[in-house]
């Protein structure tokens, strides 16, 4: 698990946390949550984008809305409108369209140009082989292991790959069913992201076979919706209704191809 990779999604981070307590509180005394990491590695990065996150925190009470990381270079936008998009910026079909050195959505002056993307996928293939062939069509093999979710916000939605491209993913039946699964705790949306290159879970899914998923957690608007909901959402509405998600992603990270 990943999350705030995009700064401003303050609630990504929160459930990360959420889910580091869970798994160590529980674990001894909660049967679910022990059968978990006495058979299963978890590995999780609560804030991906800590530059742009002491951005958002440097508004105090009024949060900046910095959703890149903090990379200027060559950059005269005005602030928080510099940064890189670390979810733009990943080596797996890099490109594509984007936007201009200021926009929300800029994806960097070349493939994984940005140290938090290298770090991330150095990461991930020290832990995963590569488990999927290099063809656009070729699916990850029903042995491959791992689950990965990258937490953002907003929508209520649980997207699988791809995003490179709007055609099918290779394995789109077995992500989708998974994904209907962790769907069935959260009442979020599955459905396919299309029109973002460069994004974490493309890589995950693409270069190395992962079951990848980003969630979009909560709604557009209302006191728990946006960037920036009421902190006690966390706790009244996101957590509990991703417990069961996260759950079933560690459950199923053996085979999450298998069915
Ligand atoms: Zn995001």
Known sequence: MIAQIHARELATGELAWRWIDHVTRGYGTDAEVTSIPDTTELW????????????????????????????????????????VDLNRNSTFKWGGAGTS????TYQGTAAGSEPE?????????????????????????????????????????????????????PNA??????G?????????????????????????????????????IGSGSGSCGGFFPQYSCVDSLFWPNNRGAF????????????G
């Open 44 to 83: 999780v990065v609560p804030v991906v984008n800590p530059d742009g996150v002491d951005i958002v925190a440097s508004g105090g009470s009024r949060p900046l809305m910095q959703r890149k990381n903090a990379n200027d270079t060559g950059a005269s936008c005005p602030a928080p409108g510099y940064g």
């Open 101 to 104: 050195r200021c926009g929300e």
């Open 117 to 169: 993307t290298r770090a991330v996928e150095a990461w991930f293939k020290q832990l995963f082989p590569d488990q999927r062939g290099p063809g656009d069509t070729e699916p990850a093999p029903v042995t491959t292991r791992g689950v990965m979710i990258t937490v953002h916000s907003y929508g209520n939605l649980v997207m699988p790959p791809w995003g490179w491209t709007w055609n099918a993913n």
């Open 173 to 178: 039946s077995q992500l989708a069913a998974l």
């Open 180 to 216: 209907g699964k962790m769907a069935a705790s959260n009442g979020y949306t599955v459905v396919a992201e299309g029109d973002t290159t460069g994004t974490t879970d493309d890589f995950t899914h693409g270069n190395l076979g992962i079951a990848s998923y980003t969630f979009e």
């Open 247 to 258: 759950l079933t992603a560690a459950k199923a990270a053996k085979a999450p191809c298998a």
